[in-house]
């Protein structure tokens, strides 16, 4: 990412000029697709556009506001937040390109890219934390030209359940480890290891909304040695177990 070194003249210029952030902020109602927040210094909500607060099922602004993660969020998700937001406010430094699985109202997962910057004081200090989220799309086909990658995106999405091994990928489409681990994450912002992970839990969500198997059998058929491996990788990346979720968005 390019680091921003200061605003230019013109731009100091500008900002003095400027009477009010009021129609800033109404600029961020009219985003679409993005979610904008801005927390303060204990973490409570004190801003956030509808495309944030639709997404949690709230109706307005202010049933959110004044509270934090803990009130919104699931216990695993709003204890990565808040550490998050705690070292963006200690080190006054941003965090960006940050791909995070979150569910939609209907518990199917979908993976979002979030960044999120301190907000400085004119004493230079942090005094919050605001940031946006988006849908992350980039592991789209669509986005890369790079055909060997494409190779590797397809092959994992049809072998996640097997586990394919990298290198086996790598001398498959004629380039090294290392250089398929370099151009897969220019690509789509993941390690291979990491999109197979995910390629097996949206598998799993799958299979637990839609289908009666038991979960010891999916546990099986998505290539975990037992049931309470595939327990512990689900929730600490979906947050509840599968039974859980079974429980909360399966058909029945």
Not at 25 to 39: A, Q
Not at 67 to 86: G, I, S, T, V, Y
Not at 226 to 237: E, G, I, M, N, P
Request: net charge positive; with cysteine; hydrophobic share 35%.
């Amino acid at each position: 990412m390019k680091k921003t070194t200061g605003f230019s003249i013109q731009q100091k210029h500008f900002l003095k000029e400027i009477q009010s952030t009021h129609s800033f902020i109404s600029m961020l109602y009219t985003l679409e697709d993005i979610s904008f927040f801005v927390k303060d210094s204990s973490f409570s909500l004190i801003f956030a556009n509808p495309h944030f607060y639709q997404r949690l099922g709230l109706k307005s602004q202010e049933e959110l506001l004044g509270k934090n993660d803990f009130e919104l969020f699931p216990e695993p998700l709003a204890k990565k937040f808040r550490k998050d937001d705690e070292w963006i406010i200690r080190k006054s430094k941003p965090m960006t390109g940050l791909v995070e699985l979150f569910l939609n109202l209907q518990g199917i997962p979908a993976w979002y890219l979030t960044n999120k910057f301190p907000i400085i004081n004119k004493k230079g200090q942090s005094i919050g934390v605001m940031g946006i989220v988006k849908r992350y799309e980039k592991d789209s086909l669509n986005l890369t030209r790079d055909t060997k990658i494409e190779t590797v995106i397809n092959q994992l999405r049809e072998e996640s359940v097997n586990a394919p091994s990298i290198n086996r990928l790598a001398s498959e489409n004629g380039i090294s480890h290392r250089q398929l681990n370099r151009r897969f994450k220019e690509a789509t912002g993941l390690t291979p290891q990491q999109f197979m992970v995910r390629s097996r839990i949206e598998k799993a969500c799958q299979r637990l909304r839609e289908t009666e198997n038991s979960i010891t059998d999916i546990a099986y058929e998505l290539g975990f040695c037992d049931q309470s491996a595939f327990t512990a990788q689900f929730r600490k990346r979906m947050t509840l177990t599968p039974k859980k979720y079974r429980e909360q968005y399966g058909r029945g």
